[in-house]
């Protein structure tokens, strides 16, 4: 099968070896996937990932020991999980103590013409979600677990900070929470969107940190961004941190002690919420799409995604 692999760099390989049984029950022929932020951090070194790269997508169960599947248009959650372990038996299976993770680690993921993952990973979708708003049910589900981890009213102000990919997700879904949202970012075509979305949204350079938001939501990507948020939240309020970095830098936790913040770290989400909201148009994606490529244009394209500016490139595969 055809694959984009990183190993030290990022290569095209026209012939890689299908997937087997060991990587999961079901196997998936991809019809398109999505470029992430953090496949573009695992090419900076993060998680120390090695084999096929990308973990959002969309594809159509060709076997499964579950005959059901077979046929069935499906996106995958991405932990893979043994079940077993203390934390999978008490509900917290994403945090299972021997988990793989698609595309991340351990576990080969699916810029290639085939994936396997367990049955138990695979949603069946409706026919009113399109394979382009598929492509964005697993960030939109970390999206979701923002409102899932923290309790949000009318009374509560929001800041998200950044206005990249997930970002613009997050802030949609909180509107859609009924909190009074604002976004914070560098880009004003991304800023635009948000005025279309009726979010409310601020140029980064015309920020002063005043230590007066209830919540921010950091979704910067960079390793700078937990500083800034610290500015930003007042005192016993609560900073959610989506950002993973591959490289650090030298920070004063100091503010968090001081301040008495909360800190919570923020991962995957639920997959039906995402799916529900896009098959009922509560949350927009179209225009998050920048560019699409096909695999064989994979090393292209990924370059391309780590643009300053750039928002979603789709990868079509099948």
């Known amino acids: 099968m055809r694959a984009l692999v990183f190993d030290k760099t990022v290569s095209f390989q026209p012939r890689r070896n299908e997937p087997t049984t060991a990587d999961g029950d079901t196997l998936i022929k991809v019809i398109q996937a999505g470029i992430c932020a953090t496949d573009l951090e695992i090419t900076k070194g993060y998680m120390g990932f090695t084999g096929v790269l990308g973990h959002e997508f969309v594809g159509v169960v060709v076997d499964s020991p579950q005959k059901e599947l077979v046929g069935q248009r499906v996106v995958g959650e991405i932990n893979i999980v043994c079940g077993r372990c203390d934390l999978c038996l008490s509900g917290l299976s994403s945090h299972c103590r021997q988990r793989s993770v698609l595309g991340i680690s351990g576990h080969d993921g699916a810029f290639a013409d085939f994936v396997r993952l367990p049955a138990l990973n695979l949603h069946i979708l409706p026919k009113t979600v399109d394979d382009d708003q598929a492509v964005f049910v697993e960030p939109l589900a970390a999206a979701y677990q923002v409102i899932k981890q923290i309790k949000l009213d009318g009374r509560k102000w929001v800041t998200v900070l950044g206005d990249g990919r997930l970002g613009l997700l997050v802030a949609q879904v909180l509107r859609n929470a009924g909190c009074p949202v604002r976004v914070i970012g560098k880009y004003p075509q991304k800023l635009a969107l948000c005025e279309k979305w009726s979010i409310r949204s601020r140029p980064l350079a015309d920020i002063v940190p005043r230590h007066d938001q209830d919540v921010v939501v950091e979704c910067t ?27 650090g ?6 503010p ?9 770290g923020s991962r995957c989400g639920p997959f039906r919420e995402a799916i529900a909201g896009l098959a009922e ?6 225009s998050l799409i920048h560019r699409r490529s096909r695999l064989e244009q994979g090393v292209e394209a990924m370059e391309f995604a780590a643009r ?6 789709i990868v079509s595969i099948g």
């Open 249 to 254: 830098k030298a920070i004063n936790l100091a």
């Open 221 to 247: 990507g960079t390793a700078s961004g937990l500083e800034l948020a610290m500015g930003i939240v007042r005192p016993r309020g609560t900073i959610v941190l989506k950002s993973t970095a591959a490289v």
């Open 281 to 286: 148009k509560q949350v927009e994606v179209a």
């Open 256 to 264: 968090l002690v001081v301040d008495e913040i909360n800190l919570i």
């Open 308 to 313: 300053p500016g750039v928002l979603k490139v």
